[in-house]
């Protein structure tokens, strides 16, 4: 028989080092384990709103939010019943279920904007990593060539083909992609630095007729936030198209969070009138569950399996309880919740810079909607070499001075703040207030 033991851990040292005697590196994904900012990770047991607690009861305001997910508030009431609700009825059946076609529909429906429809189809599947990878073989399949572009810093999950110079945590540890990726896959991605057209130019001279697609970010938010110049999507797609070749634009991360529509939403609603070939979603779409997605026109999404050859499945691809978070996420994700998030957003921004402005440390915002990140350096930052150009190593001082004043940050310069709708007036007082002293931490680091 095997003992369970009911020893709780207490702090968050003991936890951690519990995890690491059986979980590599004690964590399930590498930033967790606050290798750029140093000290103890924090073992979370709980989040309800804007509010994280560890396992020492410590209470934090959060600023990872999952990653993006948690737009409309951790554990909203009406998220989790939908959860309950669906588990009470089973967790897993392995065919359809009417509310996949019920978030394809939600989906489509916001995804439809001045008129014009992003997407026709959409095919769910667990991470954001699955849904790049797909629309990358989608993409070979339907035109046929094999080599992919992709931006520098820009991140689309850790399938063998994009870890190069991908931003996240490999911006953070500095690994220039990944052991065990066989050179002739990586091989088959070329790229190139962002917001230059040129390279987009040369890239498609110098390999007439093989490229498939480019990779984009919609926006890039995984090196710090890399805004595209105005103009650059829809630049992009027109180049590709004018070489044959197909646009995949993620919005696993700013999908449903920039806007009611994501990126695409944003610049449509601007006055934009490009399309993607296929777009990508995760994160807010599983509103904090395992549900990501691909869609694009019907005659490209039609090219996968059962229908097309483009071989694509999943045992829990649509699971009844990511479904259901989906949707009651997106139900509940209206026009005032991205109004509180644009908000907040704002003012803690605009405070953050404040507080270095009166400590005298050097530092930029760089904005894309109501995503932001902070650098420590001077000037507008257009790509991932500026981004990595910076006093990087002031902010563990700053990290942890917020930490101690109760807010938790993610821990790496090099990624973005995520606030959420609920993020009122007293969580972002508290951020506010807390501000001063990291600033001043962050002025009196020193270079290791
Ligand atoms: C997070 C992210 C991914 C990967 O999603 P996972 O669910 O972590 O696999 C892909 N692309 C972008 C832009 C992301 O931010």
Redesign the pocket.
Known sequence: MTTVTNETAVTNEQAAARARAVIPGGVNSPVRAFASVGGTPLAITRAQGARVWDVEGNEYVDLVAS??PALVGHAHPEVVAAVQQAAAQGLSFGASTPAEAELAEVVIDRLTVNGVRGIDKLRLVS??????MTAVRLARGVTGRDLIIKFAG?????SDGLLADAG?GLATLAIPGSAGVPAPIAAQTLVLPYNDRDAVHAAFAAHAGKIAAIIT?AAG??AGILAPEPGFNEFLVATAHAHGALVIL?E???GFRVSTAGWWGLERTDGAIWRPDIV?F??VIGGGMPL?GLGGRAEIMDQLAPLGPVYQAGTLSGNPLAVAAGIATLRLADAAVYERVDHAAAVVASSLSEALEDEGVEHVISHAGNLFSLAFRSGSITNYDEAREQEAWRYPAFFHAMREQGVSLPPSVFEAWFLTAAHDDAAIEHIVSALPAAARAAAEAEHA
Do not use: M, P
Request: zero cysteines.
């Open positions: 990653w993006g991470t954001g990593t699955e849904a790049t820009h991140y689309h999950g850790h996240s970010e938010a995984n993620d696993v991360l700013t990508t995760g994160k990501a």
